[in-house]
């Protein structure tokens, strides 16, 4: 979904942030429209569109909102089976792997909390790769309203907060996470309409091998499960846009 910006705002945010039209190095962006049959259109060059998968009623609907359109997911938040569930899971997740698993690469999205997050589940905005040692995972979530990024090797992991940050209920934010070199992290939480910092950047230095994940890369939660809460299946609640996963 494209916002109101200045033309020099929107100059640095083509160069700096991307623009709703893919890069020549995205791999997937989903930018909230939807092609029917229950997918989610990616608008980058590969056609990988993703999958709805829901649970309890739950349900990804494509808003408009200026000249775009933007993907809302269950609201509130629920700490008893069965809950409103939905996650979309992109078409061949092994193209969201790092190239040889050890090259830069990036992922993120813009984010809208709709209500205050619960305090007793996590939020997962988007991932690849399950939690736990042995397992290769790259992560942005919105727990407690905190952006923050992980990244594992299935040995050692960084995660990232943007500092003591905390969402504003009803403010978009463009949360950006990046391997910037093997040893180099990045988190950085921007204005989308104008590109500046709403939180400072920070960094975090550790020498991480490969990053291959397996599995199946997701969006919105790590899983619908009819016999699962949110504290089980960490489900986003509020709004989704430009979801990207970028090499390079």
Known sequence: MRRTASVAATVALALAAGPATARPYDVVRYGGALTGAGLVADDGPHGRHGTVLTSGGGQVVSLPAGDGRFLRFPAGNCSAAPCPQAVVRPADSGALAPKGGTGRFSFGADVRLTAQ?????????????????????????????????????????????AGTYRMTVGRWHRVRCARLSRTLFRIRVLNPATGEAIAPPAHAVAALGAIRPTGTALIGGKRVSAEQHDGQ???????LDEVFFARG
């Open 117 to 161: 997050p619960p305090a007793e589940a996590g939020m997962n905005v988007w991932q690849f790769g399950p939690a736990g040692p042995g397992h290769a995972q790259w992560k942005l979530q919105v727990d407690g309203g905190r952006p923050s990024c992980r990244w594992s090797d299935g040995t050692g992991v960084v995660l990232l907060a």
């Open 233 to 239: 299946t960490d489900q986003f609640h509020g709004d």
